[in-house]
T-cell receptor
Framework: NAGVTQTPKFQVLKTGQSMTLQCAQD?????MYWYRQDPGMGLRLIYYSASEGTTDKGEVPNGYNVSRLNKREFSLRLESAAPSQTSVYFC????????????FGPGTRLTVT | DAKTTQPTSMDCAEGRAANLPCNHS???????VYWYRQIHSQGPQYIIH???NNETNEMASLIITEDRKSSTLILPHATLRDTAVYYC?????????????FGQGTTLQVKP
């Protein structure tokens, strides 16, 4: 079991460029989440997917789009990157049963110049 | 949504117990409290969780007050490797679609 994997680990973009962050989990979980973490702060929810084919906005969805491609994969897209999107992005997949332990990916460190 | 408040930073001497408090006064009856820690910008590492009862595992103990409005994470014998940011998190929602509400965390510095 690889758990939750994310690609890429690091990325530098210029303002206005686009990119897609990939996340995959091999635990057959229904739910998947994208969080961002800015320096010195806790994680903030961008988007989440309760099940294959559904997505919902979190606290900070502006500037992002998501796709739940199948049960395993949940991607996050930046259509036109801005310096304010410089952050570390974490994909999370909670367990199916109580206590719904949260499984974190290793993170993607994105810098937008 | 339930929120958590934690002290910004704490120091602890190596080998002593580290007691990290968390306030979650608006927590609802079915919301779990989780503790995670994060070293540098690695993914958060799970430590322990609880609902109503005190809990203990190989890493730590979690003491939850009877009214559930606050909790304390106890690292019984802190080591230098326990230096990290510790997050007390409430999981809002009763199913696997619940959301994590992060505070800013407590930076624990373990000193020799």
């Amino acid at each position: 079991n690889a758990g939750v994997t994310q690609t890429p680990k690091f990325q530098v973009l210029k303002t206005g460029q686009s990119m897609t962050l990939q996340c995959a989990q091999d635990m057959n979980h229904n739910s998947m989440y994208w969080y961002r973490q800015d320096p010195g702060m806790g994680l903030r929810l961008i988007y989440y997917s309760a099940s294959e084919g559904t997505t919902d906005k979190g606290e900070v969805p502006n500037g992002y789009n998501v796709s739940r491609l199948n049960k395993r994969e949940f991607s996050l897209r930046l259509e036109s990157a801005a310096p304010s999107q410089t952050s570390v992005y974490f994909c999370v997949s909670p367990g199916q049963d109580p206590p719904y332990e949260q499984y974190f990916g290793p993170g993607t460190r994105l810098t937008v110049t | 949504d339930a929120k958590t408040t934690q002290p910004t930073s704490m120091d602890c001497a190596e080998g002593r117990a580290a007691n990290l408090p968390c306030n979650h006064s608006t927590i609802s009856g079915n919301e779990y409290v989780y503790w995670y820690r994060q070293i540098h910008s690695q993914g958060p590492q799970y430590i322990i969780h609880g609902l109503k009862n005190n809990e203990t595992n190989e890493m730590a103990s979690l003491i939850i007050t009877e009214d559930r409005k606050s909790s304390t994470l106890i690292l019984p014998h802190a080591t230098l490797r326990d230096t990290a940011v510790y997050y007390c998190i409430v999981r809002v929602g009763s199913s696997n679609t619940g959301k994590l509400i992060f505070g800013q965390g407590t930076t624990l510095q373990v000193k020799p």
